[in-house]
């Protein structure tokens, strides 16, 4: 009978024991995903709820001492990584929690040990017996401080209330076709913006419209100018912001209405609102209008480097390109999200295709299949393709399946042929110590651009060279040749400069996050930190088409008939060596090395107001565009010639009486071992005789603007 007892008391025992296992394991896996979202953007907060939750309510001491511990964890690296950019946020988050947890796991089992040989300090059990014997209230209060650390620390930077609540306009921006032809309509954009550039649905402006005109030939300034502008108009709105307005579907205007001109005197023209509550006067972009015949190439603008949700984006494919057309009001865009993400989510790439090929739509919005190969020893490439298929097969993640660029190229090689399409692959942010491009694996083939500008800065000259005036995030710890633009020009590799945004805020076209709206309660919502690691507006590139088509779109680009802008603006830019311009080949050939090179350049400059490194575009009082701006002539890697505009229109020719040299690189490279490189962080031996431009001259330009605002065009290769 005894025995019974006893069997049924062990019985009981172990149920109880078991069932009280059973009963941690919810807590354990809650714990486990609060520790999870430690690694996510804003929404960490709900691992400092978890953690809270656990410090106020629950009575087991070492569960209320982890559950501080996370809500502390959280709240020191949201402070950290705001205020820490040297390294990238989502990389210092991963080493900060492995460190964190990893030291805090060797601090309990040292605890534990000591316990267990009796080794704690009577004072420390002194000291707890006493907080112990303390009242509830004491208790309550001293929890409330305590978990009060944490919250404060992460709501001191997750929380902007300015964001949340400002949507007060503070300046319109004018957007219109490039090139339209004489008497034929058109649309021109206007958009209230807020003060983080996002479209203000409170604004109930009254606006008027006029035209300012220049003469086509001589850019004097035309008197009577013949054009059909719109109406005066008062704008639609609610009674309360919204940090996402364009989603506000009730007829309103919510910040963003489209009127319809038409221009009949050819020229070069500016549309300008005045808006009665800022009381300023707004310029649209330059439009050149003339008599075209379908023959002639005309400019179209896009964004060839953008992600959404489908990698560590924002937002859903189809917000990206709604808002690529509609909002930020580009003729062409490619999504280009993260291949090496996407492969854990293989279905992603099918709704990237069907969303790509859905929102296509011929002589009006041209959408590219595309997809970013990320390297870290050689750099990345963003692939976009001229047909209607997104290549799935192999992924393209530089990892596990395309580890090299010669697989890469490869890949292509055999996508291309079996499709029967075009690939290109765009090198980007190249000065980068994380991504820092090596040229010496360029396949002429398929690089044909390279970007110059985006969020991450610009990328024309190294980081700490003379001549870069802004520089770019994540430079290198000492200076480092080989990695910019024009080293990899003055290498001989023959490409062109685009700009792009590099985006992952959900707005292609138009980056926010070089404002305050890069806080992570701004709609599209994200799990990613990049967004508070892109401080430079995005650029754009404009390309002449001779067909708003994938195909025609595609062939200005594979052709190189492109440049480049570092923000929204839209400016129009020639650049012509001895009437040669850039595109088909970007090559005059001279007579001898001594023949005169007249170097021409033409800007027509945007007047939108600004956006620049964490700064939003802005305006003052009684605010007019600033048309003062340098144009300088690269020649060679080299500022060779500069000169200061203040006119909205400028048309300049320069003689260059020099003997063509050409430079090269071979000074430039390092050595280990017994093999040449182009600098200490690449793995490819190259000799160094083959870098260089082959005796050629190379001539690139760029606008800079007083404003903030620059342009790009070329290079032009001058042979003999």
Not at 227 to 241: E, H, K, M, R, V
């Amino acid at each position: 009978m005894i025995k019974r007892k006893k069997k049924d008391i062990n019985k009981a025992s172990a149920s109880k024991r078991e069932w009280s296992r059973l009963r941690r394991m919810p807590r354990l896996m809650v714990y486990g995903f609060g520790i999870v979202t430690l690694f996510w953007y804003f929404w960490c907060v709900i691992g400092l709820i978890i953690g809270g939750l656990y410090y106020i309510f629950l009575k087991d001491n070492a569960w209320k001492r982890n559950g501080i511990v996370l809500a502390i964890a959280i709240g020191f690296v949201t402070v950290f990584v705001h205020f820490y950019h040297d390294i990238a946020p989502l990389t210092i988050v991963i080493w900060y929690s492995v460190i964190f947890f990893i030291s805090y796991s060797i601090y309990l089992l040292i605890l534990e040990i000591l316990k267990r040989k009796e080794i704690i300090s009577k004072k420390i059990i002194h000291w707890y017996h006493s907080y112990e014997k303390l009242s509830k209230r004491k208790h309550r209060a001293i929890e409330i401080i305590v978990i009060l650390i944490p919250i404060t620390m992460w709501t001191s930077v997750s929380i902007d209330l300015g964001v949340m609540f400002d949507n007060n306009p503070r300046l319109l921006w004018v957007n219109a076709p490039t090139m339209v032809n004489s008497d034929v309509t058109f649309d021109i954009t206007v958009e209230a913006w807020d003060p983080f550039e996002r479209l203000s649905a409170v604004y109930k402006g009254y606006v008027e419209f006029s035209i300012k005109s220049y003469n086509l030939t001589n850019f004097d300034l035309l008197i009577n100018t013949e054009a059909n502008l719109p109406d005066s108009y008062t704008f639609t709105g609610q009674i309360f912001g919204s940090d996402i307005a364009y989603e506000i579907r009730d007829g309103k205007d919510n910040g963003r209405h489209v009127f319809q001109a038409s221009i009949t005197t050819p020229g070069f023209h500016y549309i300008l609102v005045n808006d009665s509550i800022t009381r300023n006067t707004y310029y649209s972009n330059p439009i050149l209008v003339n008599n075209y015949t379908s023959s002639d190439p005309f400019i179209v603008w896009g964004d060839l480097h953008t992600h959404s949700q489908l990698s560590d984006g924002t937002g859903t494919a189809d917000h990206s390109f709604y808002y690529a057309k509609h909002i930020a009001c580009l003729d062409f865009n490619a999504l280009t999200d993260h291949a090496e993400i996407m492969m854990f989510s293989p279905w992603s790439l099918n709704i990237l295709e069907s969303s790509t090929n859905n929102w296509y739509e011929p002589n009006n919005f041209v959408t590219f299949h595309g997809i970013e190969w990320t390297c870290v020893r050689t750099g990345h490439y963003v692939i976009i393709f001229s047909g209607n298929t997104l290549l799935k097969s192999p992924i393209l993640d530089s990892y596990f399946t395309v580890r090299t660029p010669q697989a890469l190229w490869n890949v292509l090689d055999d996508f291309t042929l079996s499709h029967g399409v075009k690939a290109l692959a765009l090198p980007h942010h190249s000065t980068k110590e994380a991504y820092i491009q090596d040229w010496t694996y360029t396949n002429p083939k398929y690089v044909k651009i390279a970007e110059v500008s985006s969020v991450h800065g610009e990328f024309l000259f190294e980081q700490r060279h003379e001549l870069n005036y802004v520089s770019a995030i994540d430079p290198p710890p000492s200076y480092t040749n080989g990695s910019s633009v024009v080293d990899a020009f003055t290498m001989g590799y023959r490409m062109t400069m685009y700009g792009s945004s590099d985006e992952h805020d959900g707005h292609p076209g138009h980056s926010l996050s070089h404002t305050r709206a890069y806080i992570g309660h701004q709609r599209p919502f994200s799990l990613w930190h990049t967004r508070n690691e892109h401080p430079y507006p995005g650029g754009l590139t404009a390309v002449y088409v001779n067909n708003l088509t994938r195909e025609g779109v595609f062939n200005g680009i594979e052709n190189q008939r492109i440049y480049a802008n570092s923000d929204h603006g839209r400016p129009i830019l020639t650049f012509k060596v001895n009437g040669t311009p850039v595109g088909d080949g970007s090559t005059f050939i001279a007579n001898s090395s001594t023949d005169h090179r007249e170097i021409n350049v033409f800007v027509a400059q945007d007047g939108a107001p600004v956006a620049l490194k964490s700064k939003s575009a802005s305006v003052t009082p009684n605010w007019i565009p600033n048309w003062n701006a340098d144009i300088e002539i690269i020649k060679n890697g080299e500022l060779w010639y500069t000169e200061q505009i203040s006119s909205p229109i400028v048309n300049i020719s320069i003689i260059d009486t020099e003997p063509i040299m050409g430079t090269t690189y071979e000074n430039s490279c390092i050595k280990r071992g017994n093999n040449y490189y182009i600098n200490p962080y690449s793995d490819n031996p190259i000799d160094p005789s083959t870098l260089n431009t082959g005796g050629y001259n190379y001539y690139l330009i760029r606008i800079v603007g007083e404003n903030g605002r620059m342009s790009y065009a070329g290079p032009i290769w001058v042979e003999y």
